[in-house]
């Protein structure tokens, strides 16, 4: 498991941001700060340096050179110090993978999970689709990842993906998820979700999908190990049963979600 030391994580804030955040954006900045942490543990194992294609300017970096990006903000539109690498006219969701959300270590380890426990194969690609989001944007992400790929699977790997934010902070013995203990040690005791997102758990718990959210917290859980590496080719069967891909390419089939994946796909566009 990613070891979180608190002074580090508090540290990595902005000056005085803290006393302005709500308990949910602590909550999703923890956890970007421990994806962080495992992508860097994970490419360190591997051998590979900062200075590299790809390779995000550091925190003290981004504070010797000015402003910082709103904590919001995806991590395709942070400054980096290389282009991204085109993809095809096409573009198929394992592309997006190897080209936009690489390494995507977090989401891998969590359907690894998913699928060594014999988990419904809907389940698994909900794990290995949770947080992919996050490269376009950070806030209320289980919204916006429900979104993203709401054209193109079952409503039931959607609507888990949409809920399984609220569901982080509230235990289930039924299912073995408790309370995150973290939270406690980074934030106190008396952590307190918004009303919205208490809101948005009372209506998930009542729900005839309750099940499909809860099982993503549970595998978001072990998603967090610095000794797994996982390619997601180990998927591709997966995705191809899971996922409707367009003959167009993702962001061409002028579905109601396509300026989502070209965004991605051109963070560099202008206009």
Request: glycine share 8%; aromatic share 12%.
């Amino acid at each position: 498991m990613v070891e979180v030391d608190r002074k580090t994580f508090l540290a990595s804030l902005p000056a005085g941001a803290l006393a302005v955040m709500s308990h949910e954006d602590k909550a999703e900045a923890l956890e970007h700060y421990m994806e962080d942490e495992l992508d860097k543990k994970i490419a360190a194992r591997r051998g590979e340096v900062d200075g590299e294609a790809g390779s995000i300017i550091t925190l003290d970096e981004l504070e010797q050179e000015g402003p910082r990006a709103p904590r919001g903000t995806g991590r395709l539109f942070q400054p980096t110090e290389d282009e991204f690498a085109p993809m095809p006219d096409a573009p198929t969701l394992l592309d997006f993978f190897q080209l936009r959300f690489a390494p995507a270590n977090h989401v891998l380890q969590s359907a690894t999970h998913a699928l060594t426990t014999g988990q419904p194969e809907r389940t698994i690609f909900a794990c290995l689709m949770h947080d992919v989001v996050l490269n376009l944007i950070k806030g209320d992400h289980g919204w916006w990842g429900a979104q993203l790929i709401e054209p193109y699977v079952d409503e039931r790997i959607s609507w888990g993906i949409r809920y399984h934010g609220p569901l982080r902070f509230y235990a289930d013995e039924e299912f073995g998820y408790e309370y995150p203990e973290m939270y406690n040690r980074i934030f106190g005791h008396d952590y307190v979700p918004e009303p919205y997102i208490k809101q948005a758990y009372e209506f998930a718990r009542n729900h005839r999908y309750y099940a499909e959210a809860r099982l993503i917290t549970v595998n978001d859980t072990y998603a967090f190990q610095d000794g797994m590496d996982v390619d997601i080719e180990v998927f591709t069967d997966i995705i191809g049963r899971q996922f409707k891909q367009p003959k167009e390419g993702l962001g061409y089939d002028n579905s109601p979600v396509a300026h989502m994946w070209r965004t991605m796909a051109n963070p560099n566009r202008p206009l």
